[in-house]
């Protein structure tokens, strides 16, 4: 019987021991204060405990886009449907004319030449 994986999975690693004269780092402790006085619940901000936005992003901040309506959402939907029927047509005619092109390259092709010449 075969087992999947590496190895004998029985085997033990031996934790590595350390002797008397090595010594482990120790991490100082971490306090924190935090007062009670001015708790807010959550949600609530008078805006003074916000980070100024970065210089970058300011002007989006205070930039107000142009108000878009649903009538220019429609509007630019029709239009890119249009250019999409275009594109589509535009296709459509060039596989039409490319097709053409393909049956009678064939056609002369075989006029020409014909491969069998005895069977008439």
Same mark, same amino acid.
Request: proline fraction near 8%; include cysteine.
């Given at each position: ?42 949600? +609530? ?36 449907? +249009? ?16 097709? +053409? ?10 006029? +020409? ?8």
């Amino acid at each position: 019987m075969h087992s999947m994986g590496c190895g004998n999975s029985k085997s033990v690693t031996p934790v590595e021991t350390t002797t008397a004269n090595s010594t482990v780092p120790q991490t100082s402790p971490v306090a924190f204060e935090i007062g009670l006085e001015d708790v807010s619940t959550p949600g +609530e901000s008078d805006g003074k405990d916000l980070k100024k936005p970065p210089r970058r992003l300011e002007r989006l901040v205070n930039e107000s886009g142009p108000i878009i309506t649903s009538e220019d959402v429609e509007e630019k939907l029709r239009r890119a449907e +249009e250019r999409r029927q275009e594109i589509i047509e535009e296709r459509v005619k060039n596989s039409r004319l490319l097709a +053409e092109k393909m049956k009678a390259r064939v056609t002369t092709t075989t006029d +020409e030449t014909d491969p069998f010449p005895d069977r008439s």
